[in-house]
């Protein structure tokens, strides 16, 4: 992969019709979008740690359709498009290290997989091609996976994993193209609100903009707050570990809710585990010394196969949380001033989000079927939206 970002030392400009700050997954998507519609001259990025510095430069890469509401199930359908073409659309190559060997949604309970039986009917109205699987079935596809005490499965093939970094780098060679400005290094301190614009004060100057998308997903209380807006997002860290590259082990990515973990083996064979727990929010980034026994513990339990993984290293990255652990995309109550928010799961929807948010801004969102899921307003009237398929240990903890 040739890395496209550098930390560019140019003053930077007077002002930009939009500013986006935030180059994660949803902040380059919009500008992806956004270039599309009006000219990427328009569109100014700006970011304050280097390439991938934070979410989505440090998430597992899967992405899936099965899910039980509307929402999700359509946002996740745009985005798998998006990413099937990803090379082609954003001209690039090289590829995004797409793999689609589906996503296997482990049930230990039969309350799971009643769960799993209550959104087929949706998933498929809405095109979504899963399937429920027997724990022979199961057995077939993936042999790794521990019987015991196994219910059954989901499962849809065209679920599965890109490589994040090389999103990221295909749409930041892409908005650069168009003539989009993104800047790392550039860290958004304040924003003010001047007439009918922005006064965006960052480390590096200060910048005009007529519409300031904020995409900094679980920091965005903190510039929200800069103008006196309060914005239901916390943050919650989770940690994530990578083994050596292995010979050949598992197909799909492997879920299980009652683990509360993801596993995947990459394209280049190294296995990654995602196990979640209750942990503060709001808790610094750091991985405790306790948590790779106790994922390594979890994952055993999965799959006794997974007993002999070198484990190369460990990290951690902060998730945000919103009520209904749904995204925020909307625009705030000081009009030209936006914000997307992405809950989780902020890879795998980030190009129906950035799409979104580009049609909100430029006035083409008012008959979209997302809108009344991902709005602000669902939260201030209670309207929350109740997602089948997220794990509740995140939302009760
Ligand atoms: C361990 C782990 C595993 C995950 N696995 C998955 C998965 O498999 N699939 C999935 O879909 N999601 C997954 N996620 C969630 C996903 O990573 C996030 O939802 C997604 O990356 C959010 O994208 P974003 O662009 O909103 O945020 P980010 O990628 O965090 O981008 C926000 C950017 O804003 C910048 N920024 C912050 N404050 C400022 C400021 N004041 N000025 C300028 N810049 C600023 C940051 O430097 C950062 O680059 C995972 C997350 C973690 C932590």
Known sequence: ???????CQDDLPKGRDIVIVGAG????SAAWFL?????????????????????????IGGFRTQWGHESNIRMSME????????????DYPEGIDIKQKGYLLLAWDEATMDRFRGIQDIQHQLGVQSQLLTPDDVAKLSPPVNQDGLRGAAFCERD???????????????VRREGADVRYGTQVRSLHNK????????????????????CTDWAAPVLMKTLGIQLPVEMLPVEIMVSE?????????????????????MVRGSVVINHGRP??????????????????????????????????????????ITPDMQPILDEMEIPGLYTAVSAYKGLMNSPAAGRYMADLMLGRAKEDPLTPFVSLSRLKSGNLVREPMTNGARLDD
């Open 1 to 7: 992969m040739h890395m496209t970002a550098q930390i």
């Open 35 to 59: 270039s599309q519609a009006i000219g990427g001259e328009h569109v100014l990025v700006l970011d304050s740690s280097d390439f991938a510095g934070n979410g989505t430069g440090r998430c």
């Open 79 to 90: 985005s798998v498009r998006f990413f099937e073409k990803a090379a082609e659309i954003l």
């Open 195 to 214: 007439g009918r614009g922005f006064i965006v004060q960052t480390t590096s100057g200060d910048v005009r903009a007529k519409q300031v998308l904020v």
């Open 279 to 320: 942990r503060p929010r709001q808790e610094n980034i750091a991985v405790r010394p306790d948590w790779i026994r106790h994922a390594a513990r979890g994952a055993q339990e999965v799959s006794r196969a997974l007993a002999d993984l070198n484990i190369l290293r460990a990290w951690a990255g902060m998730i945000s």
């Open 245 to 265: 590259p292995t010979k050949p082990l598992l197909g799909p990515v492997h879920i299980s809710m009652k683990h509360d973990m993801a596993i995947n083996q």
């Open 160 to 174: 599965g994993t890109i490589s994040p970094f090389r999103l990221l780098d295909a749409l930041l060679t892409a």
């Open 25 to 28: 997954a949803y902040g380059l």
